[in-house]
């Protein structure tokens, strides 16, 4: 029997005044990926960062292994590992030390990094100052922050974008090895992300 770990009930948003999600249910167990898909401005931005606490409900519940997580929000954002639009990169520190700040700031161990410079080869960029980097560049340094992380659920907006196709397969590896492991990951996303058994919510219908 597959464990359920996180539930989402009955959640809306409102943005500006003007409902943008309505009524969102879903379940995800260990293993895993929600693919957010729809139009321009059907919601995919506000339910990721609805679940990440970065903006309020107007309605519903997010519960982890059965908990709802406003009740400890500390807590549930240790457990999720966040990519935004922007990088979340401090642009004056070099790839190298971003991830060190952000492994520090979740007591995490620091040979993990080493792995995700790996992954997305970083490691001949690793000492270069991130407002040096290209935006695929920069990108790569984000998801590699993101792979770098003990986070059980990762929440991507649009991770595909500007990277190549060599750093697509990166990111799929990437995400298959976290889902192997029992992670989960929501993505909003117009393209496929390639990753076998990954399920899709469109929003906006």
């Given at each position: 029997m597959t464990t359920v770990l996180l539930e989402v009930t009955g959640l809306s948003c409102r943005r500006g005044g003007r409902m943008v999600l309505g009524n969102i249910s879903f379940e995800l167990a260990g293993g895993e990926l929600l693919a957010l898909t729809g139009r321009n401005g059907s919601g995919k931005t506000t339910l990721l960062r609805a679940l990440a606490l970065l903006?309020?409900?107007e309605a519903g519940r997010i519960c982890w292994h059965g908990e709802d997580v406003v009740r400890d929000r500390e807590s549930w954002r240790r457990q999720v590992a966040w990519l935004g639009h922007l990088d979340g990169l401090k642009g004056d520190?070099?790839?190298?030390?971003?991830?060190?700040?952000a492994a520090r700031l979740r007591d995490e161990?620091?040979?993990?990094?080493?792995?995700?410079?790996?992954?997305?080869?970083l490691e001949p960029l690793a000492r270069r100052d991130v407002r040096t980097l290209s935006a695929g560049q920069r990108r790569r340094a984000a998801l590699a922050r993101v792979a770098a992380s003990h986070a059980p659920l990762w929440l991507l907006d649009e991770p595909l974008n500007a990277l190549d196709?060599?750093?697509?397969?990166?990111?799929?590896?990437?995400l298959g090895g976290h889902l192997a492991a029992g992670g989960l990951a929501?993505?909003?996303?117009?393209?496929?992300?390639?990753?076998?058994?990954?399920?899709a919510l469109e929003l906006g219908r």
């Open positions: 903006v309020r409900a520190l070099s790839v190298q030390e971003n991830l060190s700040v161990a620091p040979d993990r990094i080493a792995r995700a410079l790996a992954a997305f080869d196709a060599p750093s697509q397969a990166a990111l799929r590896a990437a929501i993505a909003a996303t117009h393209a496929p992300i390639g990753v076998p058994g990954a399920r």
